[in-house]
């Protein structure tokens, strides 16, 4: 028996001749699909992207930091334990990007262009310099022509971050998209990065959003502690009260029975010179409680390294234009190669085809 294999075999330099044979009609789409790129590169905003690089201190010493560390560089979280128990840890720190308590705090951030000479809110300077391409247009005037209640811009100036109206949470969307955090895990650095069209604003915000990171950061370790030095300052203010009024008593007892040695007087002066000791005793105890809550306070505020500070970038992170026009173009050869080979000569067939006067 005879097994025959029918193959089906693709003539690739045929394909290609038959395409090229017809090098009016791909010229034709190349230029079609170069100006629809170039339209649409033109209506596409130059970003630029300032990063800010920073190193948080370490949260344990020791053997247990070298496991952590060891630990860290196969990808795994390994908890220190013991002193140091923290719940906002540098692998959430993107979470905390992303929240709407973070970001509703950089509306009011002060901006200012790279010619220097305008200066606004980050808030106003999305609505207002941000420009959208003509194609979003229509969607725009459908959503407001048939939108049911009647937009009003707010603006912040009422604003409640568990209430947000439809253009402030627009904006919160959209400087979501525009910020960002990165930990390396091998290194643990942190990689701050913000876009926007113009180059010193993002240099701004990247700069802004980094202190406001290690400030968010900051309350969150030193919260405890800071209650407790509070609690211990309002106890020390009113253990020196009492030391004070102890010691007016004592000496103005002192000083009206000086000339007295009835057995009465010295007891009660005795009972006031006691009171008045214990009083300072006291008063010396919450002196040195503040001074340990104070300590605490300091010890629990975390420590960042600034390794690369916030630059003003000098070229554009977004894709060059002429890097979208070539892409076009590419689609107009591919979308050329499709008409020819797949869909021309079965439209040549129908009456529409005849009509068109297409033909195989």
């Not at 719940?87 to 951030?109: G, H, M, Q, R, T």
């Not at 200012?112 to 725009?140: C, E, I, M, R, V």
Request: with cysteine.
């Amino acid at each position: 028996m005879e097994h025959k294999s029918i193959f089906k075999e693709i003539d690739i330099m045929g394909l290609a001749a038959k395409v090229w044979s017809e090098k009016k009609l791909l010229c034709g789409f190349v230029v079609c699909f170069a100006i629809i790129g170039v339209v649409y590169a033109l209506n596409q905003q130059k970003t630029y992207t300032a990063e800010v690089r920073l190193a948080p201190e370490a949260s344990s010493m020791g053997m247990s930091s070298s496991i952590s560390d060891i630990a860290g560089m196969m990808g795994l979280n390994v908890s220190s334990g013991g002193n140091s128990v923290d719940a906002i840890y540098p692998e959430i720190y993107p979470e905390v990007f992303a929240s709407s308590d973070f970001i509703v705090k950089l509306f009011n951030i002060p901006v200012t262009d790279k010619t220097g000479q305008h200066t606004k809110s980050y808030y106003n300077h999305l609505l207002q310099d941000t420009k959208a391409p003509f194609w979003n247009y229509p969607k725009y005037w459908l959503i407001k022509a048939f939108s049911k209640k009647k937009h009003v811009a707010h603006g912040y100036a009422k604003l409640d971050p568990r209430r947000l109206t439809k253009e402030q949470s627009d904006v919160c969307n959209a400087i979501r998209g525009l910020i960002s955090c990165q930990q390396q895990k091998l290194n643990n650095v942190i990689t701050i990065s913000a876009i926007d069209t113009d180059p010193c604003i993002a240099a701004e915000i990247a700069d802004t959003i980094q202190r406001r990171l290690q400030e968010y950061i900051t309350f969150y370790r030193t919260h405890k502690a800071r209650i407790d030095l509070e609690n211990a300052r309002k106890i020390c203010a009113e253990a020196k009260a009492n030391y004070v009024r102890a010691t007016r008593r004592y000496a103005g007892y002192s000083d009206a029975n000086q000339d007295l040695v009835l057995e009465s007087y010295k007891t009660t002066q005795e009972d006031l010179e006691n009171e008045m000791q214990l009083r300072f005793n006291i008063y010396q105890q919450t002196t040195q409680q503040v001074q340990q809550a104070s300590a605490r306070v300091q010890e629990n505020t975390p420590a960042f390294t600034v390794i690369q500070s916030a630059v003003v970038p000098m070229e554009p992170s977004s894709t060059p234009r002429y890097y979208m026009v070539l892409g076009f173009m590419v689609l107009g050869v591919v979308a050329d190669v499709i008409w020819v080979l797949l869909l021309r000569a079965p439209l040549a067939g129908t009456r529409l085809g005849k009509k068109l006067g297409l033909k195989h």
